[in-house]
């Protein structure tokens, strides 16, 4: 599980964990939104929103986010070997 802190000067940055990113109800509706084939919401500004639409497009359709309750190991260490290559930032 990696942590992230993006420095931008524009806003205040925190450090966010792949398991907070991906719990967030926010990744999940736009991971669910590519699926759907729903468009991009430029109403919701929040970044899970965006990350979840652009694992959408990597993961497989077949990829469960979840196994029951939990995040599906397979899909974090997808997201974290994308985010490795900057395919999600």
């Given at each position: 599980m990696r942590a992230y802190q993006h420095d931008v000067d524009q806003v205040p940055t925190v450090t966010i964990t792949t398991v907070q990113?991906?719990?967030?109800?926010?990744?999940?509706?736009?991971?669910?939104?590519?699926?759907r084939g729903i468009p991009f919401d430029w109403r919701n500004g929040e970044?899970?929103?965006?990350?979840?639409?652009?694992?959408?497009?990597?993961?497989?359709?077949?990829?469960?986010?979840?196994?029951?309750?939990?995040?599906?190991?397979?899909a974090v260490a997808l997201y974290d070997a994308a985010s490795s290559r900057r395919l999600i930032i």
């Open positions: 990113i991906m719990s967030s109800s926010a990744f999940e509706l736009g991971l669910s939104d590519v699926r970044w899970e929103y965006e990350r979840g639409r652009l694992f959408g497009h990597i993961a497989p359709l077949n990829m469960p986010l979840r196994i029951g309750t939990k995040l599906n190991p397979k």
